[in-house]
């Protein structure tokens, strides 16, 4: 994903670097490249879910701020971190990644036998339904919370939604508003018909106004959640719920 980015949104005639070193108990590996970089203000935030650094300049190239988000997740997973620096806007870009390096022992050391490693607690298991027709957005906040441990389905739309929460029955729906054949208003107004308070509503959507907020309460959602998405935040919603039988 580094690379294709650089690759991206590098002018003709740039160059990429990618760089590879072991510094001490870690990798350090390092994507490099001269392209459009990155404004200061946006660094803190251009691992957020849905960040845009230039909108125009996305929709050119058909990003969706996604990318980086998984990045740093599948990296965090890992056990490592990965940062961003920038001069500026026209000034390149460098993301560098550290891993933890696996030690490696001399033929001649003597060996250990090896313990018997304590059962891993798995991470609770919830079922939910994202639903947005940006269908790249749906697959990749999937992938998310499918990492997390989640069994998770996708939609498009809002008749897909009532259809699809009917029959998956899920614990958790994450529902655009603004979707074709039904906006998700009225999705969850007729999810609540058919589940009552068993299934928790989250409104995940670019509008974020007071007014927003008092429709989807007045639908039946149990929390709003505005664009770009702080995944910490669904996390932490995510953690009161009851999860799902085995």
């Known amino acids: 994903n580094l690379l294709n980015n650089a690759a991206k949104y590098g002018e003709p005639g740039g160059s990429i670097s990618l760089t590879g ?13 001269t392209g459009i970089g990155i404004p ?9 879910m849905f960040t845009q650094v230039d909108s125009s300049l996305e929709r050119a190239h058909g990003g969706l701020g996604i990318g980086l988000t998984l990045v740093r997740s599948l990296v965090e997973l890992h056990g490592g971190t990965v940062e961003a620096r920038s001069a500026g806007p026209g000034q390149g870009s460098e993301f560098t990644i550290r891993l933890p390096a696996v030690a490696i022992e001399p033929d001649d050391a003597p060996r250990e ?9 798995a ?9 947005d027709d940006n269908e790249d957005a749906a697959t990749s906040l999937s992938l998310l919370l ?42 969850a107004r007729r999810i609540r018909e058919q589940q009552g308070e068993e299934v928790v ?12 907020r008092r429709q989807a309460q007045e639908a039946g959602f149990d929390h709003h959640l505005v664009k770009p998405l702080d995944f910490a935040i669904l996390q932490g919603l995510l953690a009161a719920v009851k999860t799902s039988t085995p």
């Open 40 to 48: 200061a203000p946006m660094l803190p935030r251009i691992f957020d």
């Open 201 to 212: 509503l989250i409104a995940l959507t670019g509008w974020g106004q007071d007014e927003d």
């Open 21 to 33: 070193e072991r510094h001490g108990a870690s990798v350090v590996v390092s994507v490099r490249d």
């Open 113 to 121: 036998a090896p313990s018997r490693p304590e059962p891993a607690e």
């Open 123 to 131: 991470p609770p298991r919830r079922r939910i339904l994202v639903v």
């Open 146 to 187: 499918t990492l997390a441990g989640n069994e998770v389905r996708t939609g498009h739309d809002g008749l897909a939604a009532v259809e699809m929460a009917a029959a998956f029955r899920p614990t958790v729906i994450l529902l655009d508003i603004g979707m074709p054949r039904l906006n998700g208003y009225e999705a």
